[in-house]
DNA sequence: CTAAAGTACAACCAAATGGTTGTAGAAAGC
DNA sequence: GCTTTCTACAACCATTTGGTTGTACTTTAG
């Protein structure tokens, strides 16, 4: 009944087209070759409607980018869009880096004015 | 028909497990402070079943872990999982890399015998 | 011109996803 | 003791997902 969930992030699907083994394997290939979209599907298993959505699904993540050559359709990596991803994993480890370093500094305050939790966290 | 696909990837899991608002905010949350699943669910528009789903797919993905402590379950985040995450992107932006600098020896070494693709993927 | 190759897209289907409510058990509070 | 808090889990539901087949359009090949 909620109608206004139209969050559907960025984030969103990016990692949801990285969610699927098929889609990371056709984003390697592309990204080391560009390759037409019938080339890709003569590589797996299913059949070429099948692979076409998940490129599909990688074009709207922008993890791929399709581009018309004569009658074939070559998909190619597009890394600026992995590097996205990177980046928003690497700030969950800045995240945690932060905290570490901010526990280590209220321990060293020790004012201990009524604090009872946080406490085998310190070490490493 | 085909049974066999249970590939169901420790990536599939991590991926998937990303790839919604809520679960990367948890993600965010725990790895700030750990947290109970109800002290989670009170942050969130939904029921508290539906956060402790989110909490289990985070698990499942070892993104999280859950330590029982009393009567609560104290969530804190695994960084090591988003460590091999990042990895994995990571191996995505060096393959292209790879491939740049085979482009470039190829060109380079100039033996020009019959090739005509990868014309204009020598720039940048 | 005609045939084949490459693609797009609709329709369909089973299974998974993301939410709900309800019931039940274990630990803590009074 | 009894009640409340925190959790677990089942059942249910609507929507999405990941696959299929079939049809149609455009471009290249012969």
């Not at 083994?21 to 290939?29: K, M």
């Amino acid at each position: 009944m909620v109608v206004e969930s139209v969050v559907d992030d960025e984030a969103d699907r990016i990692f949801h087209a990285l969610a699927d083994a098929t889609r990371r394997d056709i984003v390697v290939r592309v990204v080391q070759q560009e390759q037409s979209v019938s080339t890709l599907a003569a590589g797996y298993a299913m059949s070429f409607a099948a692979v076409q959505k998940h490129v599909a699904v990688l074009e709207r993540a922008a993890l791929v980018v399709k581009e018309r050559r004569g009658r074939e359709q070559i998909v190619h990596g597009n890394l600026e869009t992995v590097r996205r991803a990177t980046r928003l994993l690497q700030r969950y480890e800045e995240l945690w880096r932060y905290r570490v370093q901010n526990i280590s500094s209220i321990l060293s305050e020790d004012r201990e004015e009524d604090r009872e939790e946080d406490r085998e966290t310190e070490n490493e």
